[in-house]
């Protein structure tokens, strides 16, 4: 079974300031891995994927997150916060498997973003 | 040109109805999926259908069924609706072999 933690359901900082966004997974075998953004009565948006190779993936709006396999881990961070970038996200996990197994994304539970001027 | 959509956004019925959601995606994909997102905002998978075949049925309640006319459509519908339906409906579709899926808008239902 896979699951996904997200510490800290809410997370605040200054505009300007460091984003760090917590993931952890637990998996047999180390997944695919996402994170989605969710802005207001949207639907989710693609932040960034890790699947294979390099370990430091870069997303969209200046997000990136890094894989680290010994800490089962893949964090979220944006060097300067924006106003924009207040919104929910989601870390997630992808199976591997087959059959049922199969294309079943694990969400974490979410974090909230608050962005202060 | 909006990827997968949704229809309706916004759904406001009473107990005891029945209601379906559509869901359209005009990416090509041959997967499609359905999500709740409930209150807390937490989201699970409830269905997956590859190529018109159910592939992942989760722990719903018989009163959930989805359709899937063709590989671009993965519609829902609920009878008898009850309280604890409340909540937003996700789509997402993606490609057999391509790990990221795309979601729509969602569908936020509302039973009173």
């Known amino acids: 079974a896979q699951s996904v933690t997200q510490l800290g359901s809410h997370v605040s900082v200054s505009e300007g300031a460091l984003v760090l966004l917590r993931c952890n997974y637990s998996?047999?075998?180390?997944?695919?891995l996402f994170w989605y953004v969710q802005y207001p009565n949207q639907g989710l948006q693609l932040l960034l994927k890790y699947t294979t190779g390099a370990t430091l993936v870069k997303g969209i709006n200046g997000f990136e997150a890094e894989f680290k396999k010994s800490e089962t881990s893949f964090h979220l961070t944006k060097p300067s916060a924006h106003m924009s970038d207040a919104a929910e996200y989601f870390c997630a996990v992808r199976g591997k498997g087959r059959g049922s197994t199969l294309g079943r994304l694990y969400f974490g539970r979410g974090t909230q973003l608050t962005v202060w001027p | 040109d909006t990827a997968v959509s949704q229809t309706p956004k916004y759904l406001v019925t009473q107990m005891g109805n029945d209601k379906s959601i559509k869901c359209e995606q005009n990416l090509g994909h041959d997967t499609m999926y359905w999500y709740k997102q409930d209150s807390k905002k937490f989201l699970k998978i409830m269905f997956s259908y590859n190529n018109k075949e159910l592939i992942i049925n989760e722990t719903v309640p018989n009163r959930f069924s989805p359709k899937s006319p063709d590989k671009a459509h993965l519609n829902l519908h609920i009878n008898s609706l009850e309280l604890g339906d409340s909540a937003v409906y996700f789509c997402?579709?993606?490609?057999?072999?391509?790990?990221?899926?795309?979601f729509g808008p969602g569908t936020r239902l509302t039973v009173l």
């Open positions: 998996s047999s075998v180390p997944p695919y």
């Open positions: 997402a579709s993606s490609q057999e072999g391509v790990d990221t899926q795309y």
